[in-house]
T-cell receptor, first 113, second 117 residues
Framework: AQTVTQSQPEMSVQEAETVTLSCTYD???????LFWYKQPPSRQMILVIR??????QNATENRFSVNFQKAAKSFSLKISDSQLGDAAMYFC??????????FGAGTRLTVKP | AAGVIQSPRHLIKEKRETATLKCYPI?????VYWYQQGPGQDPQFLIS???????DKGSIPDRFSAQQFSDYHSELNMSSLELGDSALYFC????????????????FGEGSRLTVL
């Protein structure tokens, strides 16, 4: 069974606009990590942002922020002031402590100039 | 800062041949993970090692094996290659949670692209 679900295979945003990518996950654990990774055409996995489940405050990294709803098991990524370089595949990922990381199917983001 | 090093970056093999991928984790990282990413797919966990011992196993075919050596580098051996093994193979490393500057993040190498003809 898929632990991480990304329901949006593709998303599109106009340059300088804001876009939100959705992610839900399934777990019975109380302590874990959540991540968003970006994979550009080079296919390198680049960490965008991380969230520790025990922290209630949503993580932010410059133009990237998350909306973490632990009870709802939801972890969405908001990209503000979108740039052409943001175009990539975005993977939501879940990791239990000291275990492997599990990925969602990914969302392909297109940024229109 | 040192990153995860994978070699070779590209590899072309024929069906039924054998391939070996190498991974050099970040210094002082004690855990190595191998992932397989097929075209248009998300990375799938294959196997992991903690302190040179296999720690977890995912969807790794029986034709594949892996090990971690005393210098912490790891090798993924793939035999009787099939067309479906064509993929990008990632190695990632991390330090055990609760130790040092652990952030829960897996640090990924740039991947080894295997093409089976």
């Amino acid at each position: 069974a898929q632990t991480v679900t990304q329901s949006q295979p593709e998303m599109s945003v106009q340059e300088a606009e804001t876009v939100t990518l959705s992610c839900t996950y399934d777990t019975s654990e109380s302590d874990y990590y959540l991540f968003w990774y970006k994979q550009p055409p080079s296919r390198q996995m680049i960490l965008v942002i991380r969230q520790e489940a025990y922290k209630q405050q949503n993580a932010t990294e410059n133009r990237f922020s998350v909306n973490f709803q632990k009870a709802a098991k939801s972890f969405s990524l908001k990209i503000s002031d979108s740039q052409l370089g943001d175009a990539a595949m975005y993977f939501c990922a879940y990791r239990r402590y000291n275990n492997d990381m599990r990925f969602g199917a990914g969302t392909r983001l297109t940024v229109k100039p | 800062a040192a990153g995860v090093i994978q070699s070779p970056r590209h590899l072309i093999k024929e069906k039924r041949e054998t391939a070996t991928l190498k991974c050099y984790p970040i210094p002082r990282h004690d855990t190595v993970y191998w992932y397989q990413q097929g075209p248009g797919q998300d990375p799938q966990f294959l196997i992991s090692f903690y302190e040179k011992m296999q720690s977890d196993k995912g969807s790794i075919p029986d034709r594949f094996s892996a090990q971690q050596f005393s210098d912490y580098h790891s090798e993924l051996n793939m035999s009787s290659l099939e067309l479906g093994d064509s993929a990008l193979y990632f190695c990632a490393s991390s330090s055990t949670l609760g130790q040092g500057e652990n952030t829960g993040e897996l640090f990924f190498g740039e991947g080894s692209r295997l093409t089976v003809l």
